[in-house]
């Protein structure tokens, strides 16, 4: 690799890292020899670019371009364009397409060019004064240019106006203020980058002065009735993902009308390309079913004029609703638009609001470029339980960290609720660290507590927008025979066996009744997973076992009630996951309890106590996660069984 390869993501890495000078991931950066440019590849993200993830160009074929008359008409010039862009490509078989702005970078003549997207600068760029408060800030530091389509105009205007820059000054411009769409630096080394960077972002900072906080404002408690609704209604081609938020910049922007007009209209290419040309606006003044019939028609009215789903649903009293593909989308959403509010705010500061025109919009909205990188950076979930949303309860360890696993495998938002607090972030940390579309999202949960449980389907209403699978899984096992076994210890272990269970489907099927008056033929799915031990009754067990047993008969009796409304509910009876904490933990697991109370007849040690229940497996092993979700799968992809214990016992139990 080249050396200023690597400093070139270096420094990519770096400014995405930077809240204030990225929205997105979006921005661009570039290195250049006499030969060619290294430019990053539409749809890659600042955040996690390497070497692949720039495109090589001929900068002889690039100068071509300058020297070229296009079409009169304005898409086939745009069309022509970008055509000589790709031709100029040195790999043309990777498939990768370089910025629309390459051409512009080839034009400042330094090595290294940085453009970034400053909420600051974007304050300045999208107001009613930016030339004379440019001029008033930088003087001849910085060449500006009023706004100007993306594509070739842009890179005309630019070589025009660097043309007279130099001429003026006779020097090379090193600082790009584009109005309505952010900076761009040029410099011979990083050292300097950084500088002139923060030499732009010092002086805007001087000029803005003292905003007011960001502070969090809680979730009006009526989004749970609210969000699942919403996300059927836009789940017609595919389910989204929906997030509702709130803070005191949402609180005041849906204050009012007037207000909510100072973010209503794009100030930058990207809240396009993001988050749709426009919003939808509602009021609610404490009747759900009122608001809901009223975004009922817009929505409709929405995807009927624009021909996609609104993305931004804005309702004064609940807060920001946010709609995508995939957790992913909705978290480039949110910074995105905690962005337009900063801008909105920002540009108070030179005269006021100036978002882009009507033709501006119109041109981003249909630009194929730019849809082609949104595509790219949104990427695709693929798998069993693609973009559905679960929670597993006791998900944070053993049989449940496992089931939360292979979920986030195929595609699924899971919500991790469990009482340790320390394993299930650690989990959900874990799980997000990877590449994947879909997020973990930890809630700390009480089974047993009818308010803890209600919290956490709120909590996943608003982190995700609904709930389609909830897999009771959160269990404890006290063995004992019954001089051993205390009244106390007996109702603990059935408080949150059978009780946790009630609880878990009581609180989950609200939310899933909900959705389906809004999507009749939708179907979802409550799982427990219940135990071998809850087929066949269990020596010096009987607790544990007593309390499987009646979930089997919960199973049952919620089946019958609830297939109505499309829910339905079923139970695995998985065999002994030997290698988890609930048997092999070394202080309190299963084998060191059925050791000390005589429950394996002769077993001296914890390995013979272990062999003795391989042993009565006729696939001679125990139970693992993988052999549940096989059983799980089945039972969330057909829609005709319900009420059912399905054995995943190696054979141990048998139906008869």
């Not at 290698?579 to 070394?586: I, K, R, V």
Request: glycine content about 8%; aromatic content about 10%; proline content about 4%.
């Amino acid at each position: 690799m080249k050396p200023e390869i690597q400093e070139l993501i270096e420094l990519s890495h770096f400014y995405s890292q930077k809240k204030d000078f990225i929205i997105a991931s979006r921005g661009n950066t570039s290195f250049k020899d006499k030969n060619h440019i290294y430019i990053k590849a539409s749809g890659a993200s600042l955040a996690t670019i390497d070497e692949t993830g720039f495109v090589q160009l001929d900068r002889k074929r690039l100068h071509l371009i300058t020297e070229k008359t296009y079409s009169g008409d304005a898409l086939e010039c745009e069309n022509q364009f970008k055509i000589d862009i790709l031709n100029s490509r040195i790999h043309p078989e990777k498939g990768q397409q370089p910025s629309v702005e390459t051409s512009l970078h080839d034009l400042m003549a330094f090595r290294f060019v940085v453009h970034t997207h400053s909420a600051k600068a974007y304050g300045l760029l999208c107001s009613k004064d930016v030339e004379k408060s440019t001029t008033d800030l930088f003087g001849d530091e910085v060449v500006f240019i009023p706004y100007v389509d993306p594509g070739y105009k842009l890179f005309k205007k630019a070589q025009d106006l660097i043309k007279a820059y130099r001429k003026r000054t006779g020097v090379e411009p090193q600082i790009i203020l584009l109005q309505n769409h952010g900076i761009f630096v040029a410099a011979d080394s990083m050292d300097e980058i950084y500088t002139l960077h923060d030499k732009v972002i010092d002086k805007l900072v001087g000029a803005i002065g003292k905003i007011p906080d960001l502070i969090n404002v809680p979730i009006n408690p009526a989004a749970a009735k609210v969000i699942p609704p919403i996300r059927m209604m836009l789940s017609a081609n595919g389910l989204k993902t929906l997030k509702v938020i709130n803070n005191s910049y949402y609180e005041k922007f849906l204050s009012s009308e007037a207000e909510y007009q100072k973010i209503a209209t794009p100030f930058i290419p990207d809240a396009i390309i993001y988050c749709n040309s426009s919003f939808l606006y509602d009021e609610y003044f404490g009747d759900t079913d009122a608001l809901l019939n009223k975004l009922s028609t817009k929505i409709e009215t929405y995807v009927k004029t624009q021909l996609k789903t609104p993305k931004i649903i804005c309702i004064k009293g609940i807060g920001c609703i946010l709609v995508g593909d995939n957790a992913l989308g909705v978290a480039t959403l949110e910074n995105v638009l905690n962005g337009i509010c900063l801008v909105s705010l920002y540009s108070e500061k030179f005269g006021g609001q100036s978002p882009m025109t009507l033709h501006q919009v119109q041109f981003i909205d249909t630009w194929e470029v730019e849809q082609y990188s949104l595509a790219l950076s949104m990427g695709t979930i693929n798998g069993r339980a693609d973009r559905k949303i679960a929670i597993v309860t006791g998900g944070a360890q053993g049989f449940g960290a496992g089931i939360v696993e292979n979920l986030m495998e195929n595609g699924a938002n899971v919500v991790i609720a469990d009482l340790n607090e320390e394993k299930g972030k650690e989990l959900a940390q874990i799980l997000n660290s990877g590449k994947g579309e879909n997020k973990a999202f930890f809630v700390k949960t009480d089974v047993s507590d009818a308010s803890s449980v209600e919290n956490l389907m709120f909590q996943t209403v608003c982190e995700f927008g609904g709930l389609d699978i909830l897999i009771s899984n959160a269990g404890i096992l006290r063995a004992g025979s019954l001089e051993e076994m205390t009244p106390e210890t007996f109702e603990l272990i059935t408080k949150v066996n059978y009780s946790g269970y009630f609880l878990c489907a009581k609180y989950a099927s609200a939310v899933m009744k909900t959705q389906n008056r809004y999507k009749p033929g939708y179907f979802t799915d409550i799982i427990q997973i219940n135990s071998k031990s809850g087929l066949k009754g269990s020596n010096r067990n009987f607790a544990y076992s007593g309390g499987k047993f009646g979930g089997i008969g919960l199973t049952q009796s919620f089946a019958l009630e609830l297939m109505p409304s499309k829910i339905k509910v079923n139970a695995v009876c998985p065999g002994n996951f030997f290698d988890g904490p609930l048997w092999a933990d070394p202080e309190n697991g299963l084998f060191v309890q059925y050791l000390r109370t005589g429950k394996v007849p002769g077993a001296k040690t914890i390995d013979e106590v272990k062999h003795f229940y391989e042993a009565q497996v006729p696939a001679g092993r125990g139970c693992m996660p993988l052999d549940v979700m096989r059983a799980v799968y089945y039972i969330i992809e057909q829609e005709y069984e319900t009420g059912q214990a399905v054995p995943v016992t190696g054979g141990q139990n048998m139906l008869s």
